[in-house]
């Protein structure tokens, strides 16, 4: 039996289809979107479009923006010679909010993972092996993931690495295993860049 409308069936399919939302919140989200006005309803629908068609890859740091390069990248403040290696954008949020790192970000958009048939090829590897060419970078920070994907991206990446002469850290162990660098907390991360160590 059909309980909604074809339109609003095909509404919660959609908001389900989002990561971590179930079948209730997907209903709950849709019935808040109907109870938009008109206008708030396309603002809505054109805050989605105009995101989807501004938003792409940093050309240095392959993070999202709507410019040529990210406001950290395009920030002289920041310390060139260090670059943290991160799975996710998410996670360059998370580490900018302890307020403890100063140097730029590479984002990988995954993380190794035979399993999902995820492979080195479909990473943004090949650009941070082209700015680890600049004579200006000396550490390489490995802050993806502590669970197995990213432990194995973390040691792939640092044999690529190493024959550059720079020195390359893993965050210490402040981040849970099986964790996600998202999800932890602002001390935590701070403890765990404070505490990196080379690998």
């Known amino acids: 039996m059909q309980y909604f409308a074809p339109p609003l069936a095909r509404l919660i399919e959609q908001f389900e289809r989002m990561p971590a939302i179930g079948r ?26 105009d995101a989807k068609q501004s ?3 940093c050309k240095v740091c392959q993070n999202l923006t709507d410019n040529d390069i990210c406001t ?6 920041r310390d060139v010679s260090v670059i943290c290696v991160v799975e996710d954008p ?7 909010k ?3 790192f100063k140097g730029l970000y ?9 399993m999902d048939n995820i492979s080195p090829e479909q990473l943004k590897i090949k650009e941070l092996l082209q700015r680890t060419a600049d004579d200006g970078v000396k550490e390489i920070i490995m802050a993806t993931n502590s669970n197995i994907e990213g432990d194995a991206t973390a040691m792939y990446l ?25 999800f932890a907390d602002e001390v935590t991360l701070s403890r765990a860049i404070e505490g990196r160590r080379e690998i």
Not at 72 to 77: E, L
Not at 158 to 182: D, N
């Open 24 to 49: 209730k919140s997907a209903q709950r989200l849709a019935f808040y979107t109907l109870s938009m006005t008109d206008s708030e309803a396309k603002a809505f629908a054109n805050a989605i479009l």
């Open 55 to 57: 938003i792409h890859y």
């Open 72 to 77: 950290v990248c395009a920030d002289a403040k």
């Open 90 to 96: 998410k996670d360059v949020i998370a580490v900018e």
């Open 98 to 100: 302890t307020s403890e």
């Open 106 to 114: 590479h984002v990988l958009h995954g993380a190794i993972s035979p």
């Open 158 to 182: 640092s044999k690529l690495i190493k024959p550059f002469g720079i020195k390359v850290t893993r965050l210490a162990y402040g981040i849970p295993v099986g964790g996600e660098l998202e």
